[in-house]
């Protein structure tokens, strides 16, 4: 009988659609531990992100399907994560690192390292274990951003040992480098800096999301990342002007060139003075998603000068709130992104 009613109620989840992956709870394996007692189905939601943004509708439905079951009254859900990885990155890169993100535009001053370190951290605060590489060798601003600007990293069985502030583990050339030391970059050392900073950095057990902050252009610097490891994705940041736009369509062209995913765009500083709109025109132009938009925020700025970002100062404000549906429209991106490759491996076989 009560195995029975085991069966009934996994056959009634498996008519819950995940709602971006477009497949049913059960065939993604999302099921876990599934126990049945007095009329309560107890189990395991095992997300592909823990920055889900969809937990509610998938609970919603979960419940309505169960509740169809004859002698069903209730569900227990416990959530947990598992984010996806793929063989290409699985297989090359001697770190444990599930997903390389790239943070790239075609204009400096956009907001790419901003983004990248909001990104970051909202992406922790929802449970991910998050690396940030700041790939700008030149003039690295991450430090700043972070509040970390003095003191070097301990290097520990010949490895760097990465900062750790605001639940991201966070490397940069500036931590390494006198600051007021200029430095002569010829493209090979540039190369080098970046492989360096996957393979000589110890990045611990696992990072699910690697972010990398770029310099501006489509110079050097993304295509010795994309040569050093294979990218999940890109996340492209433009601002509302149109003027803005060209700049956004030759980084897409170049990451497009590169076989690099375009998780989508991002407009950053919208509002009264910019304007809003022009990043969603393009997305939309260029069929690739929109990922929100964040607004001109003088406190954006301010955090950023003092090494507290936004998304830690003021975690309930109206623009953390908009970072933090931009880290999980990511997320989901990569999520999806990861289960159409067709060198996916399946959550239960990663370790
Ligand atoms: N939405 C925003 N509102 C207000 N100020 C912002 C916003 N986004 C970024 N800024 C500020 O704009 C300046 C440039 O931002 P940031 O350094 O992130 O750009 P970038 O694209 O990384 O620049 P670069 O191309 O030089 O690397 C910074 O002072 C930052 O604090
Ligand atoms: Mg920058």
């Known amino acids: 009988?009560?195995?029975?009613?085991?069966?009934?109620?996994?056959?009634?989840?498996?008519?819950?659609?995940?709602?971006?992956?477009?497949?049913?709870?059960?065939?993604?394996?999302?099921?876990?531990?599934?126990?049945?007692?007095d009329g309560i189905a107890h189990f395991t939601i095992m997300l592909t992100t823990p920055a889900c943004p969809l937990k509610d509708v998938m609970y919603k439905a979960a419940e309505v399907a169960v509740l169809k079951v004859e002698g069903?009254?209730?569900?227990?859900?416990?959530?947990?994560?598992?984010?996806?990885?793929?063989?290409?990155?699985?297989?090359r890169i001697t770190m444990p690192i599930r997903n390389v993100i790239a943070v790239g535009s075609g204009k400096g001053g956009v907001g790419k390292t901003t983004m990248s370190v909001n990104l970051a951290i909202s992406l922790a605060k929802e449970g991910a274990r998050v690396g940030l590489m700041d790939a700008d060798i030149l003039t690295p601003?991450?430090?700043?951003?972070?509040?970390?600007?003095?003191?070097?990293?301990?290097?520990q069985d010949?490895?760097?040992?990465p900062f750790e502030v605001f639940g991201?583990?966070?490397?940069?050339?500036?931590?390494?480098?006198?600051?007021?030391?200029?430095?002569?970059?010829?493209?090979?050392m540039l190369n080098s800096a970046i492989r360096q900073f996957f393979n000589d950095?110890?990045?611990?057990?696992?990072?699910?999301?690697?972010?990398?902050?770029?310099?501006?252009?489509?110079?050097?610097?993304?295509?010795?990342?994309?040569?050093?490891?294979?990218?999940?994705?890109?996340?492209?940041?433009?601002?509302?002007?149109?003027?803005?736009?060209g700049d956004a369509l030759r980084s897409i062209s170049m990451f497009e060139q590169?076989?690099?995913?375009?998780?989508?765009?991002?407009e950053n500083m919208a509002g009264e003075l910019f304007g809003e709109g022009g990043g969603e025109q393009l997305a939309q132009e260029r069929g690739v998603p929109f990922l929100g938009r964040i607004p001109l925020d003088g406190e954006i700025r301010?955090?950023?000068?003092?090494?507290?970002?936004?998304?830690?100062?003021?975690?309930?404000?109206?623009?953390?709130?908009?970072?933090?549906?931009?880290?999980?429209?990511?997320?989901?991106?990569?999520?999806?992104?990861?289960?159409?490759?067709?060198?996916?491996?399946?959550l239960d076989i990663i370790g």
């Open 1 to 37: 009988m009560s195995e029975q009613l085991h069966s009934a109620v996994l056959k009634a989840l498996s008519t819950v659609i995940e709602p971006e992956l477009h497949k049913d709870i059960v065939t993604l394996n999302m099921v876990r531990d599934l126990r049945v007692e």
């Open 72 to 91: 069903m009254r209730g569900i227990q859900v416990k959530w947990d994560a598992e984010v996806p990885t793929d063989r290409r990155v699985h297989g």
């Open 141 to 155: 601003n991450v430090p700043i951003m972070l509040g970390l600007t003095a003191g070097r990293p301990a290097v």
């Open 158 to 161: 010949g490895k760097i040992v």
């Open 168 to 188: 991201v583990k966070a490397i940069s050339m500036g931590f390494l480098i006198e600051p007021d030391k200029a430095m002569v970059w010829r493209g090979p």
């Open 201 to 245: 950095v110890n990045w611990g057990d696992n990072i699910d999301y690697m972010i990398v902050d770029l310099p501006p252009g489509t110079g050097d610097a993304p295509l010795s990342l994309a040569q050093a490891v294979p990218l999940t994705g890109a996340v492209i940041v433009s601002q509302p002007q149109q003027v803005a736009i």
């Open 258 to 266: 590169l076989n690099v995913p375009i998780i989508g765009i991002v």
């Open 302 to 346: 301010k955090g950023g000068d003092l090494g507290r970002p936004i998304v830690v100062s003021a975690p309930e404000s109206a623009t953390a709130q908009a970072f933090r549906r931009f880290a999980r429209d990511v997320a989901a991106r990569i999520s999806v992104i990861q289960l159409q490759s067709s060198d996916f491996i399946p």
